[in-house]
């Protein structure tokens, strides 16, 4: 079955729902950029879709990185005089500093101030930090509980492990008719936090999963991996293949109530850019289209010069645009079933015209051919009522000229791509147009 | 005498009377896409300007098409059951279904009601209705008549013939200095009915009597066919022919009080489609310019992508966007003198658009050339009143480097056409300029 | 020290009167396109910069041209029947109309009212005329004078000379690392008017001063010379040189209250266009850029297809757009101190511009090099607050493909030039970046 004729068959709610509980199920797991929450990230997407797992080792180079060591924690708190944890990383993985370094110690609350990190214009939230490439150890937590600390002395225990060790990514690849690929990427290196990016994870799984059941012109590849450092380390490792990519997709922040934003490739004018424009358009809702900018999601590394892949970042609300962004905000509330599967109709509609996005040439190009004793039109002629069907017809036959590809013909018409698609499969049928040859 | 010089001697009034008088002469012919109507038409059209009427046989094969068998009528009437003529093709010949097949027959309301055509929202007018691909047979009435009809027998009877016979189109050639050809096209197959498109006949008409009376440069066709299936058959008759087709317009209705309207050509940048903007931009009514689409007149064939033609369709209020469209409320009060002569004015500005637009090379392009010695402007040197005049000389000497024609040179200065045009005419007497060599 | 670095020292205000110095010591001298005016203009220009002064004799071919016969005028007045002098060439030089020929008589005022020229709108001011290329003379007066010119015999006298001689222009060069040029052009022609030009010739001069401070890669010349014959004949005698001419402007109109504006060269898109666009842009406040028209200043000449050099005109309100223009309330007070100096400033920002712009190439272009560990930002990473400089670097780094230059970058981001260009510099002394090879 085609992209195109599977996406009509969904039943409304479901497929949202079973993203939602993906990201549940995924929620409690301490991920960051190495380490075994990436493993055990990768597992449980490997129980959904078909994933190799790849092992790269700390100091390996990678361009102008090197991969680092890999970082693992157990337990990690704050104990007052009494004893009581007072911060508990087993309440929120958030708690602590993202790769904070080893620690056990007791001082006082002026020595440990300068580890703490609050948000005070939001005092029930715990902010989100991570320092890679800087060691050091920290807490997070509400500014309400930093409040309520007395002075006194503190006993301070991060046991996490530093060490040699390895990158872990996973890959999902669902070969097509060609070796075209489409590429997919979702980083998997945030803790507990939802729409950063335990959405866009879901999404790519739920993507997958319907491509596996469709028959697909292009091959597609799946990226879990984690942000900056994991992309470059699977560019370093794919050099070579990188150019087979012929579109491609960060995902990222998928289920926010936010309207749908697309932040095109460097190219701007690629094709998936087009078929994304077009998408959101005829969707009906309110959208945003970017252009490129240097920063943001893993499309930095996949749009730096020497690349230059045709990828822009798919989004609900940017990064850094919503309060709730690297908090602890960023919960299972406030990521909803019915925004994640508007997304997914939504890549849904843009892999109908990536796939789908063909140039024909009109066989009978002198004049119109006679529609009508073909059957493709009724005779009465009142051009007054000439039906949106008929229109695609006759702008698929005028512009299928081996310059125009049917989006193109879309966007000049003003259709929407599935009419001038249908057309162009009508009249292929009647032997009007044919592919053009490459 | 040029385009450019006897187009400012036109009385004014004179030449709306006598196309209206024109549209009311021929009113009265029932046309259809072949048949005696189009001969009687073209018959009379040829006693105003020089005509060579085609004569193309039932059967012929062009392109896609075949051209069809002939049909004429002579009568066609619904009588009751009192003899009584309810449906009067005598007084109108849109009454009947144009191409209706014969026949003869008594029936009951029940059985005629399917054959019966009105328009509901407007009660007393008589829709405009044709079946050429469909062999069938109809009425139209006004809805009020319709309602009017009581249960009981009518004696139905269209007396006409479909038959092999002949399609008939009439073509004026007027040569010119080169065979580069500005083609016009109306087509002559609705009956009567007014702005569509006796207004465009008659604007052709008399294109063509004033071109008559002028020296041009371009060659000037105007073809007088019926729609679709009579540029088709031009097309295939001519096809060789058609490169030296370097400008083109079909000329539809032309006579409503609506806004100038113009459908760009499928190339959307051709030496018409600028000059048609630019007489518009200048003229300083309201008036409207489209992108192409590929349906609407017969620039759908002119325009399809085998042949790709320059050629725009020029209108005052678009088919099927006035209510009278295809109805007997299309009628002699409907088109008015004053707007064909508005419609005519503005076609002799672009014909001197087209006619004058040329590329010229400065002879002094190394500063300004001195102006003022050779009486083209002026001495006492206050800039602040530099005039129109001067600064066409200005505009025209600055940008007559080979790559931008007089056209150009207009929309970039936003000065009018004629104003360029004079001004590379004073310039080329002191012979500061020349015409580029092609 | 660069171009880059001087401006940001600048004292405020003190520019500004210097520069209203320059203007109130050159008011009094009674310039025209020839003559002993501008040879005291140029020797005070000289005081201030390297100038070498130019003669060229009068019948001198240039181009189209000749050069004319030299004026000088030494006095002239009209004395009415008492001996009074009511219009007196020693209280205003405006009084004479430039170039009048001499004359010596006494004649009615129905006689001389041919002759006299007021400004009826504006009856205190007296306006500017001049007759370069028409023998004649003429008197301007204030309305007010005469309104109060009673009937009777007037003594009129015009002591001036219209012979053989020179035309005079200036120039100041001043050589830098390449001998691309960059040319500055102010007209020295007119007599007691101070926007036009003084204004523009002080800016000329403060900003050669100023150059002269500086490294810099261009090569710089300012050219001080008559209107339209000056540049034509410096034109002719440059003709060959002019290809090194890479960027340019003409200087005008600088020290009125109104907002910047900019004429485009003919080119449109050149570097010098760009440059102002972006600096405009930046500055904060109000303007206005126009496309080129073949009319104004010297860019009339400059910019004349045979030569179409990359110059643009550079004025705060143009001429002919405020009614001060070619009058006598053109003086010391309309032009102001602080107008000059933000003239100079925006001058000085195009120069950044121009000077520092160049197309470098990422020498890490596959993926985004490490910035951390070269310290050219810190690791504490959260995106949300990439700060100014760290975009810099990143739009740089993605964009300097070879394709894009620094101002392209700058343009493309939204940043401002010197964030850009401080980026550029940083990646440099890190090797991450190098100048594309010519």
Request: a negative charge; hydrophobic letters at 35%; charged letters at 20%.
């Given at each position: 079955?085609?992209?195109?004729?599977?996406?009509?068959?969904?039943?409304?709610?479901?497929?949202?729902?079973?993203?939602?509980?993906?990201?549940?199920?995924?929620?409690?797991?301490?991920?960051?950029?190495?380490?075994?929450?990436?493993?055990?990230?990768?597992?449980?997407?490997?129980?959904?879709?078909?994933?190799?797992?790849?092992?790269?080792?700390?100091?390996?180079?990678?361009?102008?990185?090197?991969?680092?060591?890999?970082?693992?924690?157990?337990?990690?708190?704050?104990?007052?005089?009494?004893?009581?944890?007072?911060?508990?990383?087993?309440?929120?993985?958030?708690?602590?500093?993202?790769?904070?370094?080893?620690?056990?110690?007791?001082?006082?609350?002026?020595?440990?101030?300068?580890?703490?990190?609050?948000?005070?214009?939001?005092?029930?939230?715990?902010?989100?930090?991570?320092?890679?490439?800087?060691?050091?150890?920290?807490?997070?937590?509400?500014?309400?509980?930093?409040?309520?600390?007395?002075?006194?002395?503190?006993?301070?225990?991060?046991?996490?492990?530093?060490?040699?060790?390895?990158?872990?990514?996973?890959?999902?690849?669902?070969?097509?008719?060609?070796?075209?690929?489409?590429?997919?990427?979702?980083?998997?290196?945030?803790?507990?936090?939802?729409?950063?990016?335990?959405?866009?994870?879901?999404?790519?799984?739920?993507?997958?999963?319907?491509?596996?059941?469709?028959?697909?012109?292009?091959?597609?590849?799946?990226?879990?991996?984690?942000?900056?450092?994991?992309?470059?380390?699977?560019?370093?490792?794919?050099?070579?293949?990188?150019?087979?990519?012929?579109?491609?997709?960060?995902?990222?922040?998928a289920g926010d109530a936010g309207r749908m934003t697309y932040k095109k490739s460097r190219r701007g004018n690629a094709d998936v850019d087009r078929a994304v424009a077009h998408v959101f358009k005829h969707a009906g809702g309110d959208f945003e289209i970017n252009d490129f900018s240097p920063w943001g999601y893993d499309e930095r590394q996949f749009c730096s010069p020497g690349f230059n892949l045709p990828m822009g970042c798919l989004m609900r609300t940017p990064n850094g645009r919503f309060p709730e962004y690297h908090t602890s905000a960023d919960n299972l509330e406030f990521v909803r079933a019915e925004h994640l599967e508007d997304s997914y109709r939504k890549c849904l509609a843009i892999l109908d015209v990536l796939e789908n996005n063909r140039v024909y040439v009109n066989q009978s190009p002198k004049c119109e051919p006679r529609l009508g004793k073909r059957g493709l039109y009724a005779g009465l002629g009142s051009r007054a009522q000439v039906a949106r069907h008929e229109l695609g017809l006759l702008w698929v036959l005028n512009f299928s000229d081996g310059d125009h590809d049917l989006l193109g013909i879309a966007e000049k018409s003003g259709l929407e791509f599935s009419t001038v698609r249908e057309a162009a499969d009508a009249l292929c049928q009647h032997h009007l147009l044919e592919l053009r040859p490459n």
């Open positions: 079955m085609r992209v195109a004729d599977i996406r009509v068959q969904l039943e409304a709610g479901k497929v949202g729902r079973d993203m939602h509980q993906l990201v549940t199920q995924l929620y409690p797991i301490c991920r960051s950029i190495t380490g075994d929450g990436v493993r055990e990230t990768l597992r449980q997407i490997g129980q959904q879709i078909p994933l190799s797992v790849h092992e790269v080792a700390s100091g390996t180079p990678v361009f102008d990185w090197t991969v680092p060591k890999e970082w693992n924690i157990r337990d990690a708190y704050i104990k007052d005089s009494s004893g009581k944890r007072v911060v508990d990383f087993k309440r929120s993985n958030l708690h602590v500093v993202n790769y904070s370094v080893p620690v056990h110690r007791t001082m006082s609350l002026e020595e440990l101030k300068p580890h703490l990190h609050t948000l005070p214009d939001y005092p029930d939230w715990i902010p989100y930090r991570a320092s890679y490439y800087q060691e050091t150890w920290g807490f997070c937590l509400s500014h309400r509980q930093f409040a309520e600390l007395a002075a006194g002395e503190y006993e301070v225990c991060v046991d996490s492990s530093l060490e040699d060790g390895h990158l872990t990514y996973g890959e999902c690849y669902l070969p097509g008719e060609t070796s075209d690929e489409v590429l997919f990427s979702s980083h998997v290196c945030h803790p507990s936090l939802c729409n950063d990016n335990l959405s866009g994870i879901s999404l790519a799984v739920f993507l997958a999963k319907y491509l596996q059941s469709a028959t697909h012109r292009y091959s597609y590849r799946f990226l879990f991996a984690p942000t900056t450092i994991g992309s470059i380390t699977w560019l370093a490792k794919n050099e070579t293949r990188t150019e087979r990519i012929k579109q491609g997709l960060v995902l990222a922040c």
